[in-house]
């Protein structure tokens, strides 16, 4: 499975973006997905996760009421609708693909990574 993660940008605090992030092969919809984030000098920290079929979510509480995660096995593309965005939340996002949902905050279990998209918020 490729990965490539799409949507960031440079956004004032308050406003929105979405990133995608777009799979190859067939075998999408048998990984769960994930979203992590990496901000200078820091570790990659996971940010949301969601099962395969879509039905299960899971985000980290800095983000929860303000992030969410959605796919569309249909298109191969997972989703990170980001709201209400904070300077802290400048990172590089990046999306995963994991087999296991019980280890989706794990970075070290996912199987594949996209390349990452920049997000910067301004103040």
């Known amino acids: 499975v490729q990965l490539q993660a799409s949507g960031g940008g440079l956004v004032q605090a308050g406003g929105s973006l979405r990133l995608s992030c777009v799979a190859s092969?067939?075998?999408?919809?048998?990984?769960?997905m994930g979203w992590f984030r990496q901000a200078p000098g820091k570790e990659r920290e996971f940010v949301a996760a969601?099962?395969?079929?879509?039905?299960?979510?899971y985000s980290a509480d800095s983000v929860k009421g303000r992030f969410t995660i959605s796919r569309d096995n249909a298109k191969n593309t997972v989703y990170l609708q980001m709201n209400s965005l904070k300077p802290e939340d400048t990172a590089v996002y990046y999306c995963?693909?994991?087999?296991?949902?019980?280890?989706?905050?794990?970075?070290?279990?996912?199987?594949?990574w996209g390349q990452g998209t920049q997000v910067t918020v301004s103040s």
């Open positions: 995963g693909a994991i087999l296991g949902y019980g280890r989706r905050e794990d970075r070290a279990a996912y199987d594949y």
């Open positions: 969601i099962s395969t079929s879509g039905e299960t979510t």
């Open positions: 092969g067939r075998a999408f919809s048998l990984y769960n």
